[in-house]
């Protein structure tokens, strides 16, 4: 087996190419009859600890062929699982060794290797599953939406919410027209939990002070594209959340969930402008202890402007007139306040309502028609099924949530820097600042510059 530090570029290169001849078009591509006599995927994993115990149960009934972590204590659990599944600390191997073995890849990774892990996997001819953001950049959803197209394989991101009955409501009771024109959205979420929560942690220095990193780790390989430093048990396994140089902060890791229904209800894209309306900053490289942030949406057909407002680390919205004073506030949430009614759901797109709650017992009484399909099992097995050709794409299939990422990272960018942005998306360009360049597409180390074929040709 290769060494992680000696795969280069060139031959990954050269092992793209022969599997990209091997399969023009993806094994198990929609409509076609997979190579198992049992119809099973060959998958494998990228990151086989936390979030992707998720997938190695949702997935269940499949192959699992290959596992792939950084850190073989976190993985110890699924490692002993599935012994028969090959183990790979660097996935830039796992793929040149296994291509002709893989038909898809699930990433479960920290948000900064997403694209690399999702990229080569889907240039090799692999579909792919990644969890939520989906890139930590703007450049890379767009790069990724592109190789989704080019390379013609099944895609989906990891919102959960986007595969429930509960976002299908919003979508129906909206274009019924029960809300009316909705010019306002208000999103919160309670977080980032410095003192409780398990993701987010204030380091006692900025840089957090080094130490030798376990054994167990591969520094190296976690960090990945990232400029190099010393471990600290600041950032792994859980608290690089809060680093921008890793995470995306709490705009980051729950607009895919919170903001997932208007943005898909509303059919909005991106914003023309992002303000920082209030934030309490912690650090230049670290994610504000608070924030309210503003976007602004321009009309879309007959649909009106809309302005979206983004709270998190305890700002909120004020509290609607039509909310009944004698319950308290939720914490975290949504609503869509039209010029006829308000509707509302919690931080995830599920169990809608309208308000105030007299309105509510009435309305669900008469429901508006179920148009929209509803999909069974969850969004790993709506991805799993179409990549066997029983079902349709998947609903957060990389056309619509690189456009769902890419507009929650035009926030980011408003966090990271404390401006106001206007933005053009069509020359996916920050134009009231000069210097964005390297947020909108951050520079990587050497080996993990990886993307820029879909954009040639």
């Known amino acids: 087996m290769h060494t992680p530090d000696r795969l280069t570029r060139r031959d990954f290169v050269k092992a793209?190419?022969?599997?990209?001849?091997?399969?023009?078009?993806?094994?198990?591509?929609?409509?076609?009859?997979?190579?198992?006599?049992?119809?099973r995927l060959n998958l494998a994993f990228v990151g086989a600890g936390g979030i992707a115990n998720n997938a190695f149960s949702d997935c269940d009934g499949e192959n699992y062929v290959a596992l792939c972590d950084v850190d073989d204590e976190?993985?110890?659990?699924?490692?002993?699982?599935?012994?028969?599944?090959?183990?790979?600390?660097?996935?830039?191997?796992?793929?040149?060794?296994?291509?002709?073995?893989?038909?898809?890849?699930?990433?479960?990774?920290?948000?900064?290797?997403?694209f690399a892990a999702a990229f080569l996997a889907m240039q090799a001819g692999k579909h792919v599953y990644v969890q939520k953001p989906l890139t930590h950049d703007i450049w890379q959803a767009r790069t990724l939406r592109r190789a989704a197209q080019r390379y013609k394989v099944v895609t989906q991101m990891g919102n959960q919410g986007h595969a429930t009955e509960g976002i299908r409501l919003v979508k129906e009771w909206y274009e019924a027209g029960v809300l009316g024109q909705v010019r306002e959205v208000h999103a919160w979420f309670d977080g980032p939990d410095f003192e409780r929560?398990?993701?987010?942690?204030?380091?006692?220095?900025?840089?957090?002070?080094?130490?030798?990193?376990?054994?167990?780790?591969?520094?190296?390989?976690?960090?990945g594209p990232a400029k190099k430093r010393p471990?600290?048990?600041?950032?792994?396994?859980?608290?690089?959340?809060?680093?921008?140089?890793?995470?995306?902060?709490?705009?980051?890791?729950w607009a895919c969930h919170t903001l997932d229904a208007p943005f898909w209800a509303l059919d909005?894209?991106?914003p023309t402008r992002v303000s920082v309306v209030n934030m309490d900053p912690i650090h230049p490289t670290f994610c504000p202890r608070s924030s309210h942030i503003k976007f602004e949406f321009p009309a879309r057909g007959d649909k009106a402007p809309v302005a979206l407002h983004w709270y998190d680390g305890g700002q909120r919205p004020p509290v609607p007139l039509n909310w009944d004073r004698s319950k308290e506030f939720p914490k975290s949430g949504m609503l869509m306040v039209g010029d006829?009614?308000?509707?509302?759901?919690?931080?995830?797109?599920?169990?809608?309502?309208?308000l105030p709650d007299a309105l509510w017992e009435d309305f669900r009484r008469n429901l508006p028609a179920?148009?929209?399909?509803?999909?069974?099992?969850?969004?790993?097995?709506?991805?799993?099924?179409?990549?066997?050709?029983?079902?349709?794409?998947?609903?957060s299939n990389f056309d619509y949530s690189a456009?769902?990422?890419?507009?929650?990272?035009?926030?980011?960018?408003?966090?990271?820097?404390?401006?106001?942005?206007?933005?053009?998306?069509?020359?996916m360009r920050v134009t009231n600042h000069k210097g964005f360049e390297s947020l909108v597409r951050e520079p990587a180390r050497r080996g993990w510059n990886f993307g820029d074929e879909v954009w040639r040709g």
């Open 197 to 223: 929560a398990p993701y987010f942690r204030i380091p006692a220095t900025f840089p957090p002070a080094g130490v030798p990193a376990p054994a167990h780790i591969d520094w190296d390989l976690w960090l």
């Open 268 to 270: 909005l894209d991106q």
């Open 74 to 114: 976190r993985a110890a659990s699924n490692y002993a699982k599935y012994p028969d599944a090959k183990r790979f600390k660097d996935f830039r191997v796992m793929l040149d060794e296994m291509h002709r073995e893989i038909d898809a890849v699930v990433v479960s990774c920290p948000d900064h290797t997403h």
């Open 370 to 395: 179920k148009t929209i399909p509803r999909v069974l099992g969850g969004p790993f097995q709506e991805w799993i099924r179409a990549i066997k050709g029983e079902g349709p794409q998947p609903g």
């Open 340 to 354: 006829k009614e308000t509707l509302m759901t919690g931080a995830r797109p599920n169990s809608p309502r309208l």
């Open 231 to 253: 471990y600290s048990p600041a950032y792994h396994p859980l608290t690089w959340r809060g680093f921008w140089d890793f995470g995306c902060g709490e705009l980051g890791d």
């Open 403 to 427: 456009r769902l990422t890419e507009m929650s990272l035009v926030g980011v960018m408003a966090q990271r820097t404390g401006r106001d942005i206007e933005w053009d998306a069509a020359a």
């Open 16 to 39: 793209s190419a022969a599997a990209a001849s091997l399969f023009a078009l993806p094994r198990f591509a929609i409509g076609q009859a997979g190579p198992s006599a049992n119809g």
